[in-house]
């Protein structure tokens, strides 16, 4: 009797020196978020999180696309009465990266479309590559964005661009959008990786603990009053006076030597 072939991963996981790479490995149906690698992000985000090791994060998706969003085969399932569908888990999924408390980087390739889109705004920087394709699909199908899209965009691009995206379902190449600010960098295919490996680590020899306390201001103070927001800067600047970090760097400093910082 002939045995079935494995499984292959969904999810690809490599640690190069502090940086964790997820690669999402569905080439078949350009990554498209399922239960199956809806659940491999949300399992190697969680071990990620507490392992002191892993100082930056890479996101980035092989084949012809980073993320075609949702599945669309699976968002006619039925479920039993308060049983999470697809949306649920793929929100709780967002929420998680958008929290995240170490630096995130998106590696964008190719198809981004629609919660492939909202994947990519999750994160705390993305790199583009020429090839890449952007834009919300979820018009094309009737679908209204529930995991960021029509809330998030806008608060990126101006608003004619972004409901020009939400409101056409069509893809635009990277370098379109590039001015608007959408991506920190749009870069030849070949180089992506190599570009974003050289980021991931310059970001990984700063203090973990500096960074987590520094994303949680930016991220918080976008729903706060200026006044509010300086007032928590203050407070986690006085929490990182008291690490380890803090005082490295500065006897670094006096020592004119590189840090060797320990995320405490």
């Not at 996101?59 to 039925?78: I, P, W």
């Not at 803090?246 to 030597?257: I, N, P």
Request: with cysteine; glycine share 8%.
């Amino acid at each position: 009797m002939s045995e079935s072939p494995p499984k292959h991963a969904v999810l690809n996981s490599r640690l190069l020196g502090h940086t964790l790479w997820l690669t999402m490995n569905q080439p078949e149906n350009l990554n498209a978020l399922g239960f199956d690698l809806v659940a491999a992000l949300q399992e190697a985000l969680a071990s990620a999180a507490t392992n002191n090791d892993i100082r930056v994060l890479v996101l980035s998706g092989t084949g012809r696309g980073f993320c075609a969003g949702a599945d669309l085969k699976t968002m006619n399932g039925e479920y039993a009465p308060g049983e999470p569908d697809v949306l649920d888990r793929i929100v709780d999924l967002f929420a998680v990266l958008r929290d995240f408390p170490k630096p995130v980087i998106a590696a964008v390739n190719g198809i981004t479309a629609a919660g492939g889109l909202e994947l990519m705004l999750c994160c705390d920087l993305i790199y583009a590559a020429r090839s890449a394709r952007v834009g919300d699909a979820h018009c094309n199908y009737g679908i209204v964005p529930g995991g960021g899209g029509a809330a998030i965009l806008p608060r990126i691009l101006p608003a004619p661009i972004a409901k020009y995206l939400l409101f056409t379902g069509e893809l635009l190449a990277a370098e379109t959008l590039a001015p608007y600010g959408l991506f920190n960098e749009v870069v030849d295919d070949e180089q992506l990786l190599h570009r974003v490996a050289g980021v991931a680590d310059i970001i990984a020899a700063k203090s973990p603990i500096g960074l987590t306390r520094t994303k949680q201001v930016a991220n918080q103070s976008l729903d706060k009053t200026a006044a509010d927001a300086i007032l928590h800067e203050r407070l986690m600047a006085r929490d990182q006076f008291r690490s380890h970090d803090y005082r490295e760097g500065l006897q670094a400093f006096l020592e004119k030597r590189t840090p060797q910082f320990k995320g405490y």
